[in-house]
């Protein structure tokens, strides 16, 4: 632009002094005519001059892509930081949740919940025997009850609701002043676990189930049991009746 201007300047300029000349030149004044003339031919003299002279270079203009970028100013470099959201962190993977809480707790040692008399081969000679598990309880089971309730600080009325219970019952070989073995139970559930005990007492002294199976059942899960054995029959051998002399 401020090259544009002084050109235009220069081309007007003449024009406007040829006007004058060629103006005063007719116009009959004393001086005026040669002076207007003279003008005139000054002024014709420097548009030639302009006309044969040659357009000056144009100034180097700088590449806008080779000049290095300036640094931002320092309040649009707070703003983009200020604007600058804040990646949402990586989800972290859920904690494994151990299952072994939620298991349920190991059987006891064979020695602390059963009597190592009883097995396989001796079910004949103890829980198949009438009046075994009798001599067992004894007086001791009534005086563990009577302690364990009133640890429990049950109220002596609320007594008549509650029963010893064996894990592993005396009918199939469980021990029988074993602490690990002894707990306390809801009458209404120790009636019907009671029907179950002598069920499976005499599916094994029948030879139906052997004693490990029976002890198993009754340890692990004695409800699901006792559906799994409800119906099945125990088949005592019959006694030969006594027939009448003849």
Known sequence: MRRVIPALVALVAPLIGVAAAFYFGTIDVPGLRQSGMAAGTAVRDAVAQLVSSPAPEPADTPDPAAAPEAAPPAWLVADKADA??????????????????????????????????????????????????????????ARYRAMLLASAAVPKEEWQH?????????????????????????????????????????????????????????????????????????????????RPAT
């Open 162 to 242: 509650w029963q010893l219970d064996h894990r592993v019952p005396l009918a199939l070989g469980g021990a029988a002043r074993d602490a690990s073995n002894l707990s306390l139970q809801p009458i209404t559930q120790a009636r019907r676990k009671d029907r179950l005990e002598v069920k499976l007492q005499c599916l094994v002294c029948t030879g139906q189930v052997p004693l490990h199976v029976a002890r198993r059942e009754v340890e692990r899960d004695w409800q699901a049991a006792y559906h799994r054995y409800a119906k099945v029959k125990c088949k005592r051998p019959r006694k030969p009746r006594d």
């Open 84 to 141: 600058a959201v804040t990646p949402p962190a990586a989800p972290q993977a859920a904690p494994a949740i151990d299952l072994s809480a939620a298991a349920p707790a190991p059987a006891p040692a064979a020695t602390a919940a059963r009597n190592p008399n009883v097995h396989q081969a001796t079910v004949a000679t103890t829980v198949c025997r009438a009046g075994y598990t009798k001599r067992l309880r004894g007086s001791f089971a």
